[in-house]
């Protein structure tokens, strides 16, 4: 079985879960500081997963296969991005070498693009490490399945996507975590600030994380300090997160409300992945296919 939203946002646990699964996300980040970038806001997040899909193949799709003009298409329908956006990013891909031409496509005329051995690495680092704090809240073997069929994770990613791509509920989600997601490198610098809350106890209004380095942030996530300081600015305002006194020089807090919308992400994304790699594994079971519309 998998967990649905409701039961995520329920289980005390949870919450202490995301936070080891925010640390996890850290280390990749600062592995890989270019990596991290191609998730550096909700419309890079959607363009990666979307990209990696189309190569795999996009569930009710007839072919496979990962083309500027396909990807464009892709973002305008699902209003992801604009058709300039799209390309630029795609471009990006190909100057880090996180995408590159295959060598022998079937038409000539398109060139058809596939993820580098890096990218499936990380992609990987990203889903294993939502199966493993899966796995922490029931005792789960989710890893250990994925261990037995390295194959499977590449099943599962498409279909993931496709959830992710369509749900209303991941792409508004509260004021402080939308200002945030939507902010160039602001899903990076929210993942570090709930990575450093101490859950020792039921949450309080205000949650008090220690000392915050601006310079820090500015150097780990590749963000000008003009933008962070508008963000936190912008944060301050709804009430989301400040210093417990003189900014910049004492303890950095964050707020209830900021760290539930956090929480409400998080289950909506992690019920997604569960409900799908439960139906990847029961159809390999029975030897069925998934429907289009998982």
Same mark, same amino acid.
Not at 177 to 197: P, R
């Given at each position: ?37 191609? +998730? ?13 899909? +189309? ?6 799709? !007839? ?26 990013? !795609? ?6 070498? /996180? ?50 069929d390295v194959a499977a994770i590449w099943k599962m990613q498409p279909h ?31 993942? /570090? ?9 039921? !949450? ?56 539930? *919308?956090?929480?409400?992400?998080q289950a909506e994304k992690y019920a997604i992945i569960d409900i799908v ?7 390999? *079971? ?9």
């Amino acid at each position: 079985m998998a967990f649905t939203v409701d039961e995520l946002k329920q289980d005390d646990r949870f919450l202490s879960a995301i936070l080891q699964g925010a640390h996890d996300l850290i280390a990749i980040y600062v592995e890989n500081p270019r990596i991290a970038s191609i +998730l550096a806001s909700q419309q890079r997040w959607l363009l990666a997963h979307s990209a990696f899909a +189309l190569h795999l193949g996009y569930p009710g799709d !007839l072919m496979p296969g990962l083309y500027s003009s396909r990807l464009t298409e892709f973002a305008d329908r699902y209003n992801i991005a604009s058709h300039n956006t799209a390309v630029a990013f !795609l471009k990006e891909m190909m100057a880090y070498k /996180f995408v590159q031409p295959v060598l022998h496509g079937q038409d000539r005329r398109i060139t058809l693009l596939e993820p580098t051995e890096i990218t499936y690495e990380y992609m990987g680092k990203w889903l294993y490490t939502h199966l493993h704090v899966l796995d922490t809240l029931d005792g789960g073997s989710r890893i250990a399945e994925a261990a037995l069929d390295v194959a499977a994770i590449w099943k599962m990613q498409p279909h993931i996507a496709k959830r992710i791509v369509e749900s209303k509920n991941l792409r508004n989600l509260g004021p402080t975590f939308n200002l945030f997601n939507f902010a160039t490198s602001g899903g990076l610098v929210m993942d /570090f600030l709930i990575s450093c809350i101490n859950l020792t106890g039921s !949450l309080s209004d205000r949650i008090v994380i220690g000392p915050v380095s601006m310079q820090a942030l500015q150097s780990q996530f590749m963000i000008s300090r003009t933008h962070l300081k508008r963000l936190f600015r912008s944060a301050a305002e709804l009430g989301s997160l400040g210093w417990v006194g003189v900014p910049g020089k004492s303890s950095f807090w964050i707020s209830r409300n900021f760290v539930l *919308e956090y929480r409400n992400y998080q289950a909506e994304k992690y019920a997604i992945i569960d409900i799908v790699r439960n139906e990847i594994f029961s159809s390999m *079971e029975s030897g069925m296919t998934i429907c289009a519309e998982s």
